[in-house]
C-alpha cells in the first residue's frame, strides 16, 4: 500500500473538527488497507485566510508521509476528500498545489464542496447564515474586505480562491458529490464546474442526490452508488 487517504472536515471554513470525519477514516483504512488521517486547520479570521489553509494542508501531508514512514510504511501518494468547506479546500489544494505537495496528490473527492466563492447566490442566499456573515467569511478567505458595493472589483480576487477557475486538462481525477435541494451550496454552480470538469477532459464522476440537502443524507441509494464511486476511485488510484 503506498497511498493515504486524508479527510478534511467542513463548518464553513469557521468551525468543525477533525474528530467528524473519525469514524468515517477508520471505516475507509478498514474497508480497503489503506492509511487514513483526517486534519485540522486554522478558521479563517482577519488573521487567516484561505492560503493559510492551504498551507496546513501542506503540512498535514508532511506529517502523514514521515509518520508513516517512521513506522516503516513508504507512502507516494494520497487522495483528498473533504465536506463542505473541507471539499472545497481539498478541490483548490488538488488543483493549485500538487506540484509542490510532499506526496502526489492522484484524486480529490468533495461532498457538497462549494466550487466558486464569486457566486452571487453563494454570499446572497447562502442557508448558512445572513449576507453579512457571507461577506465576512470570503471578505476572510481573500484577505480583503468584500462589499456590496465593491463585489465586482473583488470578484477576480474570489476566484482565485474557486476551484471553478483553477479546472484545466491536468487536474486530478475528481468525484463530486452534491444535494439536489442544498441550500447553502448550489447545485446549478456545481453543474457549471461539472461542465467545465467534462469540457476540459478531466476524468470525473458526478453524482447529484435527488430532494437531498447539504448533509446528503435523503437520497441513500444514490449515496450508495457515490460511496462505490469513491471505492473505485481509491482502488484505482491510491494502490
Known amino acids: 500500500q ?3 487517504i486524508l479527510f478534511i472536515h467542513g463548518g464553513g471554513w469557521v468551525a468543525g473538527n477533525k474528530s467528524g470525519f473519525t469514524n468515517r477514516a477508520i471505516g475507509v483504512s478498514e474497508k480497503y488497507g489503506c492509511i487514513t488521517a483526517s486534519m485540522n486547520y486554522r478558521y479563517a ?3 487567516v485566510d484561505c492560503n493559510d489553509m492551504l498551507d496546513d494542508i ?37 488543483y493549485t498545489r500538487k506540484s509542490t505537495a510532499a506526496l ?3 484524486a480529490v473527492a468533495s461532498y457538497s464542496g462549494p466550487t466558486d466563492l464569486s457566486s452571487r447566490k453563494f454570499i446572497e442566499k447562502n442557508a448558512l447564515g445572513s ?6 467569511i470570503v471578505s476572510d478567505l481573500i484577505g480583503q474586505k468584500v462589499t456590496k458595493k465593491n463585489f465586482e472589483s473583488k470578484k477576480d480576487k474570489l476566484l482565485e480562491i474557486s476551484p471553478v477557475n483553477h479546472v484545466s486538462s491536468s487536474c486530478v481525477p475528481t468525484l463530486v458529490v452534491q444535494g439536489e435541494k442544498d441550500k447553502i451550496v448550489y447545485p446549478s454552480d456545481t453543474r457549471v464546474f461539472v461542465e467545465k470538469l467534462k469540457a476540459k477532459g478531466v476524468t470525473y464522476k458526478y453524482f447529484e442526490l435527488e430532494g437531498a440537502g447539504h448533509q446528503l ?6 449515496l450508495e452508488e457515490s460511496n462505490e464511486a469513491f471505492g473505485s476511485y481509491v482502488k484505482k488510484y491510491l494502490k
Open 58 to 94: 501542506d503540512l498535514a501531508i508532511e506529517k502523514i508521509k514521515d509518520t508513516a514512514a517512521a513506522n516503516g510504511a513508504e507512502l507516494k501518494r494520497v487522495m483528498l476528500v473533504g465536506f463542505s468547506a473541507g471539499g472545497h479546500l481539498a478541490m483548490l489544494y488538488a
Open 104 to 106: 502526489k496528490v492522484c
Open 45 to 47: 479570521s482577519d488573521k
Open 2 to 4: 503506498q497511498g493515504a
Open 131 to 136: 449576507e453579512e456573515l457571507m461577506r465576512g
Open 217 to 222: 443524507d435523503e437520497d441513500e441509494a444514490m
